[in-house]
């Protein structure tokens, strides 16, 4: 029972002295940066909304304030995010057989996908920068549903992944 109470204490006067050599956020960033630049992300999808541009870029900034401790700045800043929406497909999948001989088969679900071609520049850490690396998910919808109807619950789900991943990409060095 006294070891373990040597121990212990040894390992209370000997946490300052460990503290001091490790660098981790709870948030999963591995940065010593203050400031991070989000530049617009451009549109260049030829289905998706016109806003969608706009709507990733402040997801995006409000994704990195609310999961770090950085400060969303308007130029300069030590980490800088640009890039563009490349793609916005709607396809068929999970075909299933057609009810008569002259009728098309069918698909069962229909496939959103978004792409995102990056850019990230770390000025403290300029290892860590990458050029045109791309980010991409997708979610499934019934075809039975118009995709108007399902867009924005689609959206905000396929987002929060590709945001996951940029994070992990960018600040988190995964």
Known sequence: MKSNRVIAFVILL???????????SFTGAATTA??????????NTDLGPANLGQTFT????????????????????????EGMLTQYAVTPVAPV????????DLAAL????????????????????FKDKTFSFYQDFPSTQDLSSVQENLERKIFDQIFIDIFNATIANW
């Open 110 to 129: 229909t496939r959103l996908t978004i792409a995102v071609r990056v850019n990230y520049v770390d000025t403290l850490e300029p290892k860590n920068s």
């Open 97 to 104: 057989s057609g009810a008569s001989s002259n009728r098309a």
């Open 58 to 81: 402040n997801r995006l900034k409000e994704y990195f304030q609310q999961n770090s401790s950085l400060r969303v700045a308007k130029e300069n800043g030590e980490l800088q995010i």
């Open 14 to 24: 000997a946490l300052p002295t460990i503290q001091g050599c490790i660098s981790y």
């Open 34 to 43: 203050k400031t991070i630049q989000v530049e617009d992300f451009f549109n």
